[in-house]
């Protein structure tokens, strides 16, 4: 929005330093049955730098990455007593250096190190098309990755990661990061590195048909060109000790897997990205551990529908939480799995994006009772 500066943006990214600032918001109105509706907004601003050491020193291969925000506002999720976060920017409060990281790469990209301070959510169990949907799980990450303690934005942890592309069309990568279970009070900053908590390690592997394996996670509009997909299988593991509410000592360890699948289902053009993709995702943690021990979600996105001259997408998702039985309280009824369904269309022209959304919940917090929420995402970049 704020233009080239009089070409000084330009001059910077010709020497391989690149600035991006944004200002997102979520507005939603919502009800549960029974009761009396709510409304809540929340906002979050972003100002990221990204340094390609190639073009400014010839340091060919080494990159730096830093980003910090501020962000606050109302929880829908928490106010409704969803499973399911209606918003996928929603968190806690806060002003923040989220991540930072010092990366080398090898072999025409196929080799990569990284080290530094970021969020495992944000590369491992993250959605693949984020930004066409609003909900939590299917607009940033599977809403239960937590339960290893696996860090996600903005409370990233010290971290490191190795990712290797040994075929064209496959990747593996495994990364290591502090499992703090409250990075919020111990870092509130994110400028002082703090090792605290277990280590966890999450690792995963990849196949990318129809695009090379070292641009496989990226979703941009030329991305979607073709007949292009991606599907994963990660698994994060914490040695430490967990709380199991069947057993009077704690557990050793714990884990969880993810299966995820996103496809370009059907174009126009084979050439081009107008027509249809799909995504399916699944995770599963020990249910003697974790209360929210499966999560489901699948979509549909019609990529580019209405005539118009920019960008624009209509996106219809689902998510299925499932409790175990184990954390059920004596006497009470047993749990049903929480439902969500959400519909959303995204208008994005130049700096400029809005995306309205309906979503509808059926078994509210996994006890019972509907809730629908519908509201507007806004976007600026600056």
């Known amino acids: 929005m704020l233009g080239d500066w009089c070409g000084e943006r330009t001059r910077l990214e010709q020497r391989g330093v690149v600035f991006d600032f944004q200002y997102v918001s979520d507005t939603f109105g919502g009800f549960k049955t029974q009761q009396n509706s709510k409304f809540d907004s929340w906002g979050r601003f972003r100002a990221t730098v990204d340094v390609d050491f190639g073009k400014l020193s010839g340091e060919d291969g080494l990159y730096f990455h830093a980003t910090g925000l501020s962000q606050g506002g109302g929880n829908m999720g928490v106010d409704l007593g969803l499973l399911t976060g209606p918003s996928s920017l929603v968190s806690f409060g806060t002003t923040r250096l989220d991540s930072w990281w010092i990366e080398k790469r090898w ?32 607009g940033y990450a599977l809403g239960n ?4 303690f696996e860090t996600a934005n903005p409370f990233a942890t010290p971290a ?20 703090d279970p409250s990075p919020l009070t111990s870092n509130p900053t994110g400028l002082v590195p703090t090792f605290r908590g277990d280590p966890v390690l999450v690792s995963e592997i990849g196949f990318t048909p129809g695009r090379n394996a070292t641009s496989g996670t990226v979703d941009n509009v030329e991305s979607r060109k073709g007949y292009s997909g991606l599907y994963q299988f990660g698994v994060a593991y914490n040695p430490g000790d967990f709380t199991a509410p069947l057993s009077p000592t704690p557990v050793s360890g714990n884990y969880l897997l993810y299966w995820k699948a996103s496809q370009a289902l059907w174009r126009i053009d084979p050439k081009e990205a107008l027509g249809l993709d799909a995504i399916f995702a699944i995770d599963w943690s020990p249910p003697n551990v974790n209360r929210n021990f499966m999560q489901l979600t699948a979509g549909l996105r019609f990529n580019e529908p209405l005539p118009l001259g920019f960008h624009n997408s209509i996106s219809l998702g689902y998510v299925r939480n499932s409790l175990s039985s184990d954390f059920l309280p004596p006497g009470m009824v047993p749990w049903k799995i929480e439902h969500g369904v959400e519909l959303n269309v995204l208008l994005n022209y130049g700096p400029f994006l809005v995306q309205p959304v309906v979503q509808y919940y059926a078994n509210v917090g996994g006890i019972g009772g509907r809730a629908v929420v519908a509201g507007l995402r806004t976007k600026i970049d600056f």
């Open 107 to 138: 072999l025409d990209d196929r080799i990569a190190v990284r080290v530094g301070q970021f969020a495992g959510q944000d590369f491992y169990g993250n959605a693949q098309y984020g930004e066409s949907f609003i909900n939590g799980p299917m």
């Open 145 to 148: 990755l937590g339960t290893t």
């Open 160 to 179: 490191a990661e190795i990712r290797i592309v040994p075929i064209d069309h496959l990747y593996l990568k495994s990364m290591v990061m502090a499992g």
